[in-house]
């Protein structure tokens, strides 16, 4: 059985990196998606992962196919299509790691996989679904996105949904709330960064805002805090793991390689999301920051998620 089978987008990150002797910008093609970059989490700390997606059948789709292949993630889901091309994200990179994204993305074809395109049997044959909003910007993508989970929710699969908020790829910050907002009943566990919080939640306050979304519903809710770690939260209540202190180079794929790390370990637990107590998911949630800060120390996404011989390291 497959631990953890993933829906979304998976495209090119084209990370700033200097210049060239004429001052020109360089920029680095890595692979990325947060979708693709939790199966691939998964799979380097040696889960079964899934992927189901689609890229254009062009020099990028063909590279990302590739990598998912070479980090043990079954793609038999992802389809390669000769009418639209590979989306495209531009990545630069502050001082301090964090990221402004600008993407490629109008006709992309990760925002064409229809409920057609979705391998209900494959979802059906796996421990958790996830899914993420960046497929809920546009259809028909938002379509093959909602019934996945629907039908995932209905045939007894853990839904895992992380709310990632791109404000260039929505039409209004009010669209991205209904339509994110919308998806959240569908969830088990769900993930949001402390960026997210009041625009999930109408919270501030990231305890009150897990708090809220487990009223919406989800058995556990996490709330990710940069170097400050993760807050975890069920209906019995909540704590603060604390992170570790480790100089960021680059924070893509951060927040992901924490929920692959995460929900491997619910995975592997072999419990239902509301049998597991708060001092399990605190466990879970210290073996992610340690796959988290690793992460953050080197460049890309996908290029710099973790082993299990590198968290056993950190750990």
């Known amino acids: 059985m497959t631990d953890i089978i993933t829906l979304g987008e ?3 990150d084209f990370t700033a990196c200097g210049k060239n002797e004429n001052g020109q910008r360089l920029f680095v093609q890595n692979p990325g998606g947060a979708p693709a970059n939790v199966a691939v989490a998964v799979a380097r700390l040696g889960g079964k992962a899934a992927f189901i997606g689609k890229v254009g059948d062009d020099m990028h789709g063909r590279f990302l196919a590739e990598t998912l292949k ?6 038999n889901s992802l389809i390669l299509d000769k009418d639209f091309f590979t989306t495209l994200a531009f990545v630069d990179v502050r001082a301090d790691g964090e990221r402004e994204f600008s993407f490629a993305r109008k006709h992309g074809a990760d925002k064409m996989l229809s409920p057609d395109d979705v391998p209900v049997e494959k979802i059906k044959g796996s421990k958790i679904f996830h899914f993420g909003s960046v497929s809920l910007t546009d ?14 929710k209905n045939n007894g699969v853990t839904v895992a949904y992380d709310p990632n908020y791109r404000a260039s790829l929505w039409e209004s910050e009010e669209a991205a709330i209904k339509q994110m907002q919308n998806a959240l009943k569908l969830a088990d566990l769900v993930k949001i960064s402390d960026e997210e919080t009041i625009l999930l939640t109408g919270e501030k306050d990231f305890a009150k805002a897990a708090e809220r979304i487990i009223e919406s519903g989800a058995k556990i809710a996490v709330v990710t805090l ?12 909540g704590a603060q793991v604390d992170g570790f ?3 960021a180079v ?3 794929g951060a927040g992901d390689s924490f929920w692959g790390a995460f929900l491997l370990k619910v995975a592997q637990s072999g419990k239902k999301p509301e049998e597991i107590s708060l001092d399990e998911l605190k466990d879970f949630a210290h073996f992610a920051n340690a796959a988290a800060s690793f992460c953050v120390e080197r460049n890309g996404a996908i290029p710099s998620l973790p082993t299990i011989k590198d968290i056993e390291k950190r750990l």
Do not use: W
């Not at 070479?70 to 793609?75: F, G, I, R, S, T």
């Not at 259809?139 to 995932?152: D, H, I, K, Q, V």
């Not at 940069?226 to 209540?237: E, L, Q």
């Open 10 to 12: 998976l495209l090119i």
């Open 70 to 75: 070479e980090n043990n993630v079954n793609c």
């Open 139 to 152: 259809g028909p993508s938002r379509s093959a996105t909602l019934f996945a989970a629907e039908y995932a």
């Open 226 to 237: 940069g170097k400050d770690g993760a807050y975890v939260c069920t209906k019995d209540g």
């Open 245 to 247: 202190n480790v100089t």
């Open 250 to 252: 680059d924070c893509t």
